[in-house]
T-cell receptor, first 109, second 114 residues
Framework: GQSLEQPSEVTAVEGAIVQINCTYQ??????LSWYQQHDGGAPTFLSY????GLEETGRFSSFLSRSDSYGYLLLQELQMKDSASYFC??????????FGKGTRLSVIA | NAGVTQTPKFQVLKTGQSMTLQCAQD?????MSWYRQDPGMGLRLIHY???????DQGEVPNGYNVSRSTTEDFPLRLLSAAPSQTSVYFC?????????????FGEGSRLTVL
């Protein structure tokens, strides 16, 4: 089977940096995706790591270590609008993504 | 470009009733899937399809049926609704999920079963 672990809640101050970790156990690993979901909304794709290392997209970065079965999402210069749930998801190829249970990020002033 | 369209957005059913959640995409994506989302449970896969005429079960398929007669449409049928099926349902599609890890989601269908 497969499992993903991520913290259920994280709180951070506006303007700060926050890291959301994700560890996974799975077979046939191709890569790790990250999604953002605001309350009442649909998940939206943020980033994808197929190889080890850091991928940067504006204020958001995502990191993967395949040898440690570990990844994280880094959000810089936090804004109030970043308050949302963040999901990591394992890509096993042409089979469906398997999602973690999500991390609820609260950004406070 | 509408993307992934789900209908209805809200629905209330009585136990034992049946209904179909509609999902359509206009991006010519081969891959489509249905997830349900419950508080604290993340997104759990119900059924998925890798192309017209091909469907397969996910993690929580019981009580649901799907079919894929066209590339565009992937309806989800609840055969006899139960309170445990109260949830938010998301349809998703992808052209190259296996390569890019990217799914495009509909806005969701919020179902309450009384």
């Amino acid at each position: 089977g497969q499992s993903l672990e991520q913290p259920s809640e994280v709180t951070a101050v506006e303007g700060a940096i926050v890291q959301i970790n994700c560890t996974y156990q799975t077979s046939g690993f191709y890569g790790l995706s990250w999604y953002q979901q605001h309350d009442g909304g649909a998940p939206t794709f943020l980033s994808y790591n197929a190889l080890d290392g850091l991928e940067e997209t504006g204020r958001f970065s995502s990191f993967l270590s395949r040898s440690d079965s570990y990844g994280y999402l880094l959000l810089q210069e936090l804004q109030m609008k970043d308050s949302a749930s963040y999901f990591c998801a394992v890509n096993r190829g042409n089979t469906p993504l398997v999602f973690g249970k999500g991390t609820r990020l609260s950004v406070i002033a | 470009n509408a993307g992934v369209t789900q209908t209805p957005k809200f629905q209330v059913l009585k136990t034992g009733q049946s209904m179909t959640l509609q999902c359509a995409q206009d991006m010519n994506h081969e891959y489509m899937s249905w997830y349900r989302q419950d508080p604290g449970m993340g997104l759990r896969l119900i059924h998925y399809s890798v192309g017209a005429g091909i469907t397969d079960q996910g993690e929580v398929p019981n009580g649901y049926n799907v079919s894929r007669s066209t590339t565009e449409d992937f309806p989800l049928r609840l055969l006899s609704a139960a309170p445990s099926q109260t949830s938010v349902y998301f349809c998703a599609s992808s052209y190259s999920q296996g390569i890019t890890g990217e799914l495009f989601f509909g806005e969701g269908s919020r179902l309450t079963v009384l």
